[in-house]
């Protein structure tokens, strides 16, 4: 079993940064693909960013060149850089930790931390 906990969110004014992190248990951390996905009330959940256990990573279109999504296998953590935040960046911030294997795939989600940004 895999437990995730997210942190760092808060009020930002736009224009400004946050830094999430996701801290993991109960796993080899290094063997899951790790993203972070986004959600607001009455919208469906979007895909951020993602980063592989070798370290690829990938944006979605509205974040790329804004955000960097890393990994610190030694300290079973991921993180998500936000820059230049937009108002439309406010969202519940889901961290989320993916293994496949055969035909299986496990998936686990944290509890998420509240990004608002807002003058």
Same mark, same amino acid.
């Given at each position: ?12 004014? /736009? !224009?400004?940064?946050?830094? $999430? ?5 109960? =796993?080899?951390?290094?063997? @899951?693909?790790? &993203?972070?996905?986004?959600?607001? /009330? !009455?919208?469906?959940?979007? $895909? ?5 256990? =070798?370290?690829?990573?990938? @944006?979605?279109? &509205? ?57």
């Amino acid at each position: 079993q895999v437990q995730l906990v997210e942190s760092g969110g808060g009020l930002v004014q /736009p !224009g400004g940064s946050l830094r $999430l992190s996701c801290a993991a248990s109960g =796993a080899t951390f290094g063997d @899951y693909g790790m &993203s972070w996905y986004r959600q607001a /009330p !009455g919208k469906e959940r979007e $895909l951020v960013a993602s980063i592989t256990s =070798a370290g690829s990573t990938s @944006y979605a279109d &509205s974040v790329k060149g804004r955000f960097t999504i890393s990994r610190d296998n030694a300290k079973n953590t991921v993180l998500l850089q936000m820059n230049r935040l937009k108002p439309e960046d406010t969202a519940l911030y889901l961290c989320n930790a993916v293994y496949s294997v055969s035909m299986l795939k496990y998936t686990y989600w944290g509890l998420g931390t509240q990004v608002t940004v807002s003058s």
